[in-house]
């Protein structure tokens, strides 16, 4: 395997790089939702680190802070994207493909594209994790309308989900 073709043909770099501190606020807070689809507890909070418009399209890095209470999509692939999952603190039930485990602190999983997976946090403690995407994708639009699918019809879920590459199993 080789390096990618160069994209960047200049001589001297650029000053160009974006620094987020720790302690920038959430971009995102989801309300709780529950449906047919995944079910995420009241509070998580999506921090986009790198989104698919700052990355040009090459990945998607979020945080992930999850609450004490029940929550995670259910099992589901993606077609068009890899997810890959590190744990950053408390406990998450990773599903890949096989077998839940219990994933803490350092804990890593890599789904290809079209690998079933899911996640939840059944600890009852908050737990945190860093969830990227490649290549990038639109998911604050995800991560954002699954907040308002419990006022969606049939059809209007289905739309959402193909719409966003999450096809539940």
């Known amino acids: 395997m080789s390096y990618p073709d160069p994209r960047y043909l200049g001589e001297d770099g650029e000053v160009n790089a974006l620094f987020r501190p720790a302690t920038t606020a959430p971009d995102f807070v989801s309300a709780p939702v529950t449906s047919s689809g995944p079910s995420v507890s009241g509070g998580t909070a999506y921090h986009y680190l790198s989104t698919t418009a700052s990355t040009g399209g090459e990945y998607g890095l979020y945080r992930v802070d999850m609450g004490p209470d029940f929550g995670g999509p259910s099992t589901h692939f993606h077609r068009s ?3 890959s999952f590190f744990i950053l603190s408390g406990t998450m039930r990773l599903f890949d493909g096989e077998r839940w485990v219990d994933a803490t602190a350092g804990d890593y999983l890599y789904v290809p594209v079209g690998g079933l997976h899911a996640f939840r946090n059944e600890s009852g403690e908050p737990a945190s994790m860093l969830m990227l995407f490649a290549p990038g994708a639109p998911r604050e639009e995800y991560f954002e309308g699954i907040t308002r699918l419990a006022g969606l019809d049939s ?15």
């Open 155 to 169: 059809g209007e879920r289905a739309e959402f989900f193909l719409r966003h590459d999450s096809f539940f199993v």
């Open 81 to 83: 994207m890899s997810e």
